[in-house]
């Protein structure tokens, strides 16, 4: 089992930016692929981000790319993403996936995180 913590969300305004900070406990020793996804009030969730184990194959969403930056640092089981450039259209709860075996871009994971909420004003 993976238990994930968010934080780094925050209200800014547009052309701000975040960091958001996943940090991962329990059986992280399984190569698991995270990623970042974000839900806003009456929408669908949305892929935001994905990096591999080796941090070698990444995936961003075409709304983010350019402007988002996904990382990690296995040896502190964390995973982070840059948010710079934010928008209002960014405003979303962002929550933390991994993923043994499923393609994370295509909603696939096991275990997620609570969330942090990151709101962004015109």
């Known amino acids: 089992q993976v238990q994930l913590v968010e934080s780094g969300g925050g209200s800014v305004q547009a052309g701000a930016s975040l960091r958001l900070s996943c940090v991962a406990s329990?059986?992280?020793?399984?190569?698991?692929?995270m990623g970042w996804f974000r839900q806003a009030p009456g929408k669908e969730r949305e892929f935001v981000a994905s990096?591999?184990?080796?941090?070698?194959?990444?995936h961003y969403s075409d709304s983010v790319k350019g402007r988002f930056t996904i990382s990690r640092d296995n040896a502190k089981n964390t995973v982070l993403l840059l948010m710079n450039s934010l928008k209002p259209e960014d405003t979303a709860l962002y929550y933390c996936?991994?993923?043994?075996?499923?393609?994370?871009?295509?909603?696939?994971?096991?275990?997620r995180g609570q969330g942090t909420q990151v709101t962004v004003s015109s």
């Open positions: 996936v991994a993923s043994r075996f499923g393609p994370v871009v295509a909603g696939a994971y096991d275990h």
């Open positions: 329990g059986r992280t020793d399984r190569g698991y692929v």
């Open positions: 990096i591999g184990w080796r941090g070698v194959t990444i």
